[in-house]
T-cell receptor
């Protein structure tokens, strides 16, 4: 079955601390993995996609096919990073997204 | 830049009533997706349209129907509403062939069924 698991509903860190939001997936083929972010009162927006291998706002995510993981990392958290983060995948011809349950990141001053 | 527009932003209905949600994709985007997000839940895929034809169907109740019109806007019609239909309904659009077929999301319509 296709599934995305985010084990942490809430992650609270202090400003300047490292952040790692965990994401594991289950998919029979070769999925594309994404991280979406939703800031307070804003719409869902794409943060990262694994095929781009890019760093956005200091965040990176590496696809580990052996561990079926796509954890999101940032070495030094900032208060403006506080938001809801969703890991998601697509793999079918129709491109529908399968989301994890999300992790609320709270960065304390 | 133009974004995905959804209307209305908020909707309150009573049980057994009907509701129509509208989505206006980004100009030139050829695919529209609908997702439902219940309280404390992750967004769940409902249905998608590519070039005005249904392209995929998820866990969408038979009471719901959707279509995409000639101007590419889409409507989600919900009948015999139940309390459990209370949720945030997102629409997203994408352009086939764009990097990763990135989906751009609207602000959502919050439906409350009383």
């Amino acid at each position: 079955a296709q599934r995305v698991t985010q084990p942490e509903k809430l992650l609270s860190v202090f400003k300047g601390a490292p952040v790692e939001l965990k994401c594991n997936y289950s998919y029979s083929g070769s999925p594309e993995l994404f991280w979406y972010v939703q800031y307070s009162r804003q719409r869902l927006q794409l943060l990262l996609r694994h095929i781009s291998r890019e760093s956005i706002k200091g965040f990176t995510a590496d696809l580990n096919k052996g561990e079926t993981s796509f954890h999101l990392k940032k070495p030094f958290a900032q208060e403006e990073d506080s938001a809801m983060y969703y890991c998601a995948l697509t793999g079918g011809a129709t491109n529908k997204l399968i989301f994890g349950t999300g992790t609320l990141l709270a960065v304390q001053p | 830049a133009a974004g995905v527009i959804q209307s209305p932003r908020h909707l309150i209905k009573e049980k057994r009533e009907t509701a129509t949600l509208k989505c206006y994709p980004i100009p030139r985007h050829d695919t529209v997706y609908w997702y439902q997000q219940g309280p404390g839940q992750d967004p769940q895929f409902l249905i998608s349209f590519y070039e005005k034809m249904q392209s995929d169907k998820g866990s969408i109740p038979d009471r719901f129907s959707a279509q995409q019109f000639s101007d590419y806007h889409s409507e989600l019609n919900m009948s015999s509403l139940e309390l459990g239909d209370s949720a945030l309904y997102f629409c997203a659009s994408s352009l086939t062939g764009a990097p990763a077929n990135e989906q751009f999301f609207g602000p959502g319509t919050r439906l409350t069924v009383l």
